[in-house]
């Protein structure tokens, strides 16, 4: 064991050198699968071979599930299907923070939870993290209206709004057709959020992300779009297919910075400060803003919030001091925020310090207030199959858990802990007890006598076969810190799944997540526990 974890150590001290040198994740992002960040001169039928609009394109939407009332209907059913058994819990929640570990399968919380465990010198299986220690668990459906794998923009308007849409929108119902911003437009389509929700009840506010605060999985508490990838007025003409006009369509940064819920949110802590900047400057990282229309949208922010403050890097962040300050924006990178493995310690927050400021300024409110944090890194390490960086991401999203449980009290803060999406990792084979989980089964080979790795991809970018299709041997391929985790289906970019993902939950009414339920009732549990929005609520 003792071998292991110097290995182990040694590994993850070089990934964050290695992997900085080999691509910059925000130059990857820009051009590959479910990531939407582009410019006007990079077409979209240039992006490795792959065309994001194409996630929403031909797949059959029940006619009956594009009405919202469809939606509200099953989770009235299963929460009051849960109040029939005896109740164990009187408390109400004052306080809501709902933790997304985007990406974050069963799978991938279990090679996690060993990978802990081998860093700190043991065989890894009996360790935990923070959030498995929560009382009570259930499982999640995760299909949306027209896709039984969903992406990571109806599953958000399924957990935040409470209603499940088409693949790609955001806060609208599947009434409205794929790229049709008209329709999105119209406010008889939209759905409102449980950060409305919370407002509405005086409640403060905001979203933390380790990706930019225009990415699908924040843009679910803000956000009506027909189209997760128009981030930017700029977006709106690259994905926009000729057929939307960024004057007639509003941007999703617009949304954030100028419309409600978004223009309310005490909060706001994350990457993508390039959507809300003109293309004539450069932003605080030394990259050009990606908007076309000229407009600065944190000026435009600082006008509508002058007791409010912006943050460009860490020491700025933690500098705040978060019980007076009434408003606080921090963007830390012109994209998506960089895997912690890699991040300049000194220049970037973690997910734990964004947590933790976020609490504090959020905890002024004396109605008490509703947090989104996510961990978005975890889908990425998974896209690209490296694992090596995604389970130490779900590290990370273990450690920001630990610290709202340390400052917030449990006897009024319900704290809910999930996934909206799988990916087809596998732990396979028999491996022994304590076995590198990022090493090869040591205790198992395929049918040619060659030993394989643990962790595997149904699809992904490296098959490592030879000229004969006959699997190589990776014995010294999986030393690289660098290392391209195996897969079976050759695709561009790894692919989400389909599987059911955890629920954790602890707090005010937590009995409640245990079992299995769909997606969207999340957030009507999480309503019903501190007497918000119009559903049936505890108070009743």
């Known amino acids: 064991m003792t071998k292991l974890y110097a290995i182990l150590l040694i590994l993850s001290t070089v990934t964050a050198v290695a992997w900085s040198a080999a691509f910059d994740i925000t130059e990857i992002h820009n051009q590959d699968q479910l990531l939407g960040r582009s410019t006007v001169a990079q077409t979209r039928d240039s992006m490795a071979g792959f065309d994001p609009n194409s996630l929403a394109k031909n797949k059959y939407t029940p006619p009956e599930e594009k009405n919202a009332e469809f939606w509200y209907d099953i989770a009235n059913a299963e929460i009051a299907k849960r109040l029939k058994l005896p109740q164990p819990d009187t408390r109400k929640a004052k306080n809501l923070i709902l933790f997304l570990g985007d990406g974050m399968s069963l799978t991938t919380v279990a090679a996690a939870r060993i990978l802990k465990g081998q860093l700190k010198g043991n065989t890894g299986e009996e360790d935990s993290l923070s959030f498995e220690s929560f009382p009570h668990t259930g499982l999640s459906r995760t299909y949306c209206s027209n896709a039984q794998v969903p992406d990571s923009a109806c599953t958000a308007t399924a957990y935040l709004c409470g209603v499940k849409t088409n693949i790609v929108a955001l806060g609208i119902t599947a009434a409205v057709n794929f790229n049709n911003c008209s329709g999105s437009e119209d406010p008889t389509n939209h759905v409102s959020s449980i950060a409305a929700w919370a407002q509405a009840a005086g409640k403060a506010s905001g979203i933390v992300t380790t990706t930019t605060l225009t990415h699908a999985s924040p843009s679910g508490a803000y956000a009506h779009t027909t189209n997760r990838f128009f981030e930017s007025d700029t977006d709106i003409v690259t994905y926009g297919e000729g057929e939307n006009d960024p004057a007639y369509c509003t941007d999703i ?38 908007r076309s229309d000229g407009v600065n949208l944190l000026s435009k922010w600082q006008s509508l919030h002058p007791d409010g403050a912006l943050a460009y890097n860490r020491n700025q962040l933690l500098s705040v001091n978060g019980t007076k300050l009434k408003r606080l924006i921090g963007l830390f990178n012109s994209g998506v925020m960089d895997f912690h493995k890699r991040a300049d310690a000194d220049l970037k927050p973690t997910l734990e310090e964004m947590t933790e400021k976020a609490i504090e300024v959020a905890s002024q409110n004396e109605n008490g207030y509703f947090l989104f944090i996510e961990g978005g890194l975890i889908d990425y390490g998974n896209h690209y199959n490296v694992p090596q960086l995604g389970l130490d991401e779900v590290h990370e999203l273990s450690k920001a858990v630990q610290k709202a449980l340390d400052i917030t009290d449990p006897e009024d803060t319900l704290i809910v802990v999930t996934s909206d999406h799988a990916h087809p990792l596998s732990i396979s084979g028999y491996p022994g007890r304590g076995t590198d989980i990022l090493g090869l089964n040591q205790h198992d080979t395929d049918v040619n006598g060659v030993k394989y790795a643990t962790l595997n991809y149904a699809v992904g970018m490296e098959q490592y076969l030879d000229e004969n299709g006959q699997r190589v041997d990776l014995t010294e ?22 599987d059911d993902v955890g629920i954790f939950a602890t707090g005010p009414q937590s009995h409640l997540f245990s079992g299995m339920m769909q997606q969207h009732t999340i957030p009507h549990l999480m309503a019903y526990a501190a007497c918000i929005g119009d559903g049936p609520t505890l108070c009743d």
Do not use: C, R, W
């Open 477 to 498: 391929k999986i030393k690289d810190p660098s290392f391209l985790y195996p897969s079976y289906i050759k695709g561009a970019i790894g692919v989400h799944a389909g």
């Open 253 to 290: 940064a617009t949304q954030l910075i100028t419309q409600e819920p978004g223009k309310n949110f005490d909060v706001m802590l994350g990457g993508g400060m390039g959507k809300f900047l003109p293309n004539t400057i450069e932003d605080k990282f030394g990259k050009q803003g990606e």
